[in-house]
Every structure is written in C-alpha cells, then in structure tokens.
C-alpha cells in the first residue's frame, strides 16, 4: 500500500506487466501504420510516460506531438472540459493517433474528436492504455486499448492524484 495526498492506494499492476501492455499496443500499431505518414498526439498530462514508452518500442517512424487540457479535479470526473492547446498541427493527409492514458466518461476524447475532426486527417483513431468500460458514456469506438480496468481510480504511469504520484512506475487503485 502507498499513500499520495491524503489517500491510500493499492498495487493493482506491476511495472513489467503496464510494459506489456504498452508493447504489444506498439506491435499492433506498428503493423497498422506500416509504410504510412503517421502523426501521435499525446493528451498531456497524463499520456507523458505511456506517449515515450509507446514510441520507443515502435519501429516506424511517426511524427510526435501533443495535445493538452484537464477534465480531472480531485478523483471524479468533472464533467467539464477546457479548452485545447496544442492543434496547430496540419493534419492533412497525416493518420493521427490520439494516444490517451485513460478513458473513463469519454468527456475528454469527445471534445478532441469534435476539434480535430475539420481539420482534415486522413484517419483519426485512438489508442488508450486503461479504459473503465463502466465509466464510459460515449460512443466513439477505442481502436487500441492496452487494458480495461474496474472503474475505480488509479494513479501511477503518468496518472496524478492532486499533482502528484505521476512518475510511479507502477498502477495503483484507490482503496474502496
Ligand atoms: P474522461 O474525460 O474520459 O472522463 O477522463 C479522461 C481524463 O481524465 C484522462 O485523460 C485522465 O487524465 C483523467 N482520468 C480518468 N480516469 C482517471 C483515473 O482513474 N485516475 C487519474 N489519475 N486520472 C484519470
Ligand atoms: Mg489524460
């Protein structure tokens, strides 16, 4: 058990397993986007470490950049989304990736889709490493997910309760 802030949390993933599940992610990907002009966009915060992990196990060579809003105050989703930073990209004729570290209500991806869908990409598909498939509220299919978990909240891998735990290199679960 650890604590981060004022909460305890417990391991739910070790550090090899969230590797696993972050290499056979860019397995697929790479054979998905092989010999095509690919553009990641990483959602910042919380995509940090999946985004550098991702792309370090990946043999193609894609174009890297990143997005960023919050939707997150303490452990529930707020519901509401701010604005974004970052689209300044031209996306014609580039696949984009949207690379998340979690879906939970789908809020977030919602908003993202809705900004870069005139933006002319070629395709937008999406890659998140956790999904709470309970959780989601929306219908935009996932096209990569590295794992569903319970929908409970978890912080580690890039993920923060309060600002903080992000460079745990484990996945941990807020004791119930
Ligand atoms: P959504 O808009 O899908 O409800 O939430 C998406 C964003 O909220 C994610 O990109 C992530 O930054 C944050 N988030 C969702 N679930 C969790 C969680 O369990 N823990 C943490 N630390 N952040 C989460
Ligand atoms: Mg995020």
Do not use: W
Not at 10 to 33: G, H, M, P, W
Not at 113 to 123: D, F, H, P, V, W
């Amino acid at each position: 058990m650890i604590q981060v802030g004022d909460k305890h949390f417990e391991e739910y993933l070790t550090a090899d397993q969230i590797q696993s599940c972050v290499k056979e992610l860019a397995r697929q990907i790479d054979n998905d986007f092989a010999s095509k002009d690919l553009l990641i966009l990483g959602i910042l915060n919380g995509a940090f470490l999946f985004v550098a992990d991702l792309v370090k196990y990946m043999t193609i060579d894609p174009e890297i950049s990143f997005l960023k809003f919050a939707s997150y105050e303490g452990t529930t989703s707020t519901g509401k989304v701010h604005d974004l930073i970052g689209v300044n990209e031209d996306l014609a004729g580039k696949h984009v990736l949207i690379v998340e570290d979690i879906v939970d209500s789908g809020t977030t991806l919602a908003h993202i889709m809705n900004i870069l869908k005139s933006k002319n990409a070629t395709s937008i598909s999406t890659a998140t490493l956790f999904f709470k498939p309970e959780a989601y509220q929306q219908k935009i299919a996932l096209q990569y997910i590295g794992k569903e978990i319970p929908n409970l909240f978890v912080v580690g891998y890039g993920m923060d309760y309060q600002g903080k735990g992000r460079n745990l290199t484990e996945l941990y679960q807020l004791k119930p």
